[in-house]
């Protein structure tokens, strides 16, 4: 007989267990039947973000709803695996979908610790709620996840489930699956996290807000290490693992930049392609797109753009801190400081607080708590902004949020700000136009604007080698001589006002060589030559090389490049002078197929057009080697090669600098310049803006290639002349390239200074400034702007098609 109380507490206990049993038996045998098809899951099909690749297969880009990457099982890293099962579900290879240990244990930890604080949802569970339930918490859906768990784990094997649950749980960040929060967290593919990033990514399914990095790092950090707990409690991780786990800090990404490369601009030219051509269905059938691109060059590229536009603010003094914080003490000071830094990093520059100044540095915190010390360069570069006398919200000090960058793997860390100016590089294969690295600005999430296909800009000098080369074609020669004296232009001239141009240097030769004026980009000599060759042929000729006819006004200013061209426009052009006078015409895009790897189109190099003549491209090349070799390019024999060649360019008040140049395996041009143009700064040349980026990406690019001497075409006659006067020497002298039929007659080393042709009558002679045109004052102001002249930053055509031959790009006839 029953005495004691507690008996009956049991019985009563016990007939309310059987009850549920029945009640829940009876629920899920009315409820199993109805439950929806497996379909889902047995062909599993996601919806597949459009993907933009590299030519040599490296992701660049991707577009659609949802960031995701299906991997197999086999390709993630066990420690992941590991970390996953310690964070959601130990006894995964144990249970059959349900876990009834696990539901006992979470309702033992709940009713101790007084409230619901452990759940109990295996990772079938999961699955079965994310393929087909909502997250609302009623026991009936409760009760329908439980059924589809089981129903699942007798249609799957464990590692089919596991697989899908890598796949499709959403992680944060728009990122769905494990691979994609990967790239999206960490900017790396998952086969190439650690085991401080796998305990990262494992803990964000319980609630992917709450343990967000980006958002919430404090937090995050909690939950990795709840993770890293749980795997060496499991036995999981050694103890020396463990430890390194919870000591590393980890950087997390603040940008959009989730891809071993920058490449937005070119994908976001993909992606207007691709949808214009195939419609909405691209951001959800997994269609990849591959570029003419090469991962290495654009990494180059970007790096390039990035270290040209860190040192032009350098020499412009610091700008002043972003932001002033207060610091708090206590536990609120983590929070503030990670709230702080929550801003994204633009183009490789981190926000940083600044923790304490010294004599001797300046510290600053990064995200995650990393303490960097700036040494005594930045103290100098920071100097104004340090002095007492700067207003409170400009000044340097403790609480200040600055930016820091590293220019390269091992580099120390530098103090910047965030630009104003703009830069653009583009570049490409001379013999083909394939587009093989293009940055169309500073950084894409700031401004999207592509500075390669939609800047019309005045390229200033680099447009000289365009005149001179129509110059050959007139008879006047590299020997030929012009003066450089000072001279004055009529309005009629020039388009609207009268001129008197100055060289850049405020100085004048004389009497100097053509290949002297061009090496020295010698402005006064550059126009006497446009007066001999004359404007009525000279713009028609320029005009064949693929520019604008109505940005190219036929004044004398054009040998000043005061018309306006795009980046790649520029490029292509000078693709003419590296390949012989054959023009190709530039495309970016390679092939395009299904996620199946299906072909659905692909894009062959158009064929390539003469636009002048070998000879006069090969005299025209070795004028411009004398550029990089001794003229205002000269910085660039750094690069150890000799078959360099290229032109410099400034325009008026240093608004724009360019470099332009190449060799026979690849032309690329380097842009600085302000959206809204005006003065660059003082001896901001394209010597000194420019070609430092260009010297950048081309050291990469040329990485393992030959220097190529430029084989001598037929018709191309070589003498020896007086460097000075041009005259053709028998003894002595340099070696000058001439065309056969304008090559003059060889006279005594004492022969004077006229050119003497062979066919005389066939061009003009060299042009004497008139006895008239007083001597003065030689301005320093290379370009004039014609009054005419549309605005800088008119766009042109929007990137939308490739074209109709392989690829081509708008703007480009």
């Given at each position: ?241 463990y430890e390194q786990a919870k000591a590393k800090r980890l950087h997390v990404q603040h940008s959009d930049q989730m891809y071993e490369t920058a490449a937005s601009y070119v994908a976001e030219m993909a992606r207007q392609y691709a949808y214009q051509k195939y ?51 206590g536990a609120k000071r983590d929070a503030v400081i990670e709230d702080a830094l929550s801003r994204d990093d633009v183009n490789g520059l981190v926000p940083a607080i600044v923790m304490a100044i010294d004599k001797s540095r300046i510290q600053v915190r990064l ?40 220019l390269g793997k091992g580099q120390p860390w530098q103090l910047t700000y965030l630009p104003t100016v703009e830069s653009a590089l583009v570049a490409l294969a001379p013999s083909t136009g394939a587009i093989t690295a293009l940055v169309g600005g500073f950084d ?370």
């Amino acid at each position: 007989m029953l005495t004691r109380w507690w008996h009956y507490v049991f019985l009563a206990l016990a007939g309310l267990f059987l009850a549920a049993t029945v009640v829940t038996s009876v629920a899920a045998a009315l409820i199993y039947p109805s439950l929806p098809s497996l379909e889902a899951l047995t062909d599993y099909r996601p919806k597949m973000p459009l993907r933009i690749y590299s030519e040599d297969g490296g992701l660049l880009a991707e577009f659609g709803e949802e960031r995701r990457s299906v991997v197999h099982l086999k390709d993630t890293p066990l420690i992941l695996r590991q970390a996953i099962l310690a964070a959601e579900d130990e006894r995964f290879y144990e249970h059959g979908g349900v876990d009834t240990l696990g539901v006992l244990r979470a309702a033992l930890a709940n009713v101790f610790s007084g409230g619901a604080k452990e759940g109990a949802s295996t990772i079938t569970m999961q699955v079965a709620r994310n393929f087909f339930l909502s997250s609302e918490k009623t026991f009936r859906r409760k009760l329908n996840e439980a059924m589809l768990a089981i129903k699942i784990e007798h249609t799957l094997t464990k590692d089919q489930i596991f697989e899908l649950y890598i796949n499709q749980i959403y992680l944060g960040q728009r990122a769905y699956g494990f691979a994609a929060a990967a790239r999206t967290y960490f900017g790396k593919p998952i086969g190439q996290i650690d085991l401080a990033e796998a305990a990262m990514l494992a803990g964000l399914p319980k609630a992917p807000s709450a343990y967000n990095p980006v958002v919430n790092p404090i937090r995050a950090r909690t939950r990795q290490l709840y993770v890293l707990g749980r795997m060496h409690q499991l036995k999981f991780i050694t103890d020396e693992q463990y430890e390194q786990a919870k000591a590393k800090r980890l950087h997390v990404q603040h940008s959009d930049q989730m891809y071993e490369t920058a490449a937005s601009y070119v994908a976001e030219m993909a992606r207007q392609y691709a949808y214009q051509k195939y419609g909405e269905q691209v951001y959800v059938s997994g269609m990849k797109v591959y570029t003419t691109i090469r991962m290495t060059e654009q990494k180059a590229a970007e790096d390039a753009v990035r270290a040209g536009v860190v040192e032009f603010n350098r020499r412009r003094g610091y700008a002043g801190p972003e932001a002033q914080i207060a610091l708090p003490e206590g536990a609120k000071r983590d929070a503030v400081i990670e709230d702080a830094l929550s801003r994204d990093d633009v183009n490789g520059l981190v926000p940083a607080i600044v923790m304490a100044i010294d004599k001797s540095r300046i510290q600053v915190r990064l995200r995650g708590g990393e303490l960097i010390d700036l040494g005594a360069s930045e103290l100098k570069f920071a100097r104004n902004a340090l002095s007492a006398k700067t207003p409170v919200a400009h000044r340097l000090q403790v609480g200040s949020v600055v930016r820091i960058v590293q220019l390269g793997k091992g580099q120390p860390w530098q103090l910047t700000y965030l630009p104003t100016v703009e830069s653009a590089l583009v570049a490409l294969a001379p013999s083909t136009g394939a587009i093989t690295a293009l940055v169309g600005g500073f950084d894409y999430t700031r401004s999207q604007f592509n500075h390669v296909v939609q800047a019309w800009r005045q390229p200033g000098s680099s447009f000289k080698p365009f005149i001179y080369s129509a110059a050959l074609e007139r008879g006047i020669t590299p020997a030929t001589v012009y003066d450089d004296g000072p001279i004055s232009i009529p309005p009629e001239q020039t388009g609207g006002q009268p001129w008197e141009p100055r060289n850049y240097d405020d100085e004048h030769d004389g009497l100097i060589t053509v290949r002297t004026a061009l090496t020295r980009s010698n402005n006064l000599a550059s126009i006497r030559l446009l007066q001999a060759t004359g404007t009525d042929f000279a713009q028609p000729y320029a005009l064949k090389f693929g520019f604008t006819p109505e940005r190219i006004p036929p004044y004398l200013t054009m040998a000043l490049g005061a018309g306006e061209v795009t980046p790649l426009q520029l490029v292509r052009a000078y693709a003419a002078f590296a390949d012989g006078g054959m023009q190709p015409k530039p495309y970016y895009l390679e092939r395009i197929t299904d996620q199946n790897g299906k072909l659905l189109e692909s894009f062959q190099p158009a064929p390539a057009e003469r636009v002048i003549d070998a000879r006069n491209a090969y005299i025209m090349t070795s004028m411009m080697q004398d550029v990089v070799r001794k003229g205002t390019a000269a910085a660039a024999a750094k690069l150890g090669r000799a078959d360099l060649a290229g032109k410099t360019g400034t325009t008026n008040d240093h608004r724009d600098a360019w470099f332009a140049g190449f060799n026979s395996q690849r032309v690329a041009v380097a842009w600085v310049g302000y959206d809204q143009p005006k003065p660059l700064g003082p001896g901001e040349t394209g010597a000194r803006a420019a070609l430092p980026i260009w010297m950048r990406y081309m050291a990469v690019a040329l990485r393992g290639s030959p220097d190529t001497p430029y084989a001598v075409p037929d018709g191309v006659v070589t003498m020896n002349v007086d460097p000075t006067t041009g005259t053709p020497v028998s003894e002595g002298g340099i070696p000058e390239h001439f065309l056969q039929e304008f090559t003059p007659r060889t006279v005594g080393s004492s022969g004077g200074l006229s050119d003497i042709f062979s066919g005389a009558s066939s061009g003009p002679q060299p042009v004497n400034p008139p006895a008239t045109v007083p001597a003065g004052k030689i301005e320093t102001k290379p370009v004039i702007t014609p009054a005419s002249q549309p605005a800088s930053k008119a766009k042109a055509p929007l990137i939308t098609l490739p074209g109709t031959q392989a690829g081509g790009l708008p703007g480009v006839p």
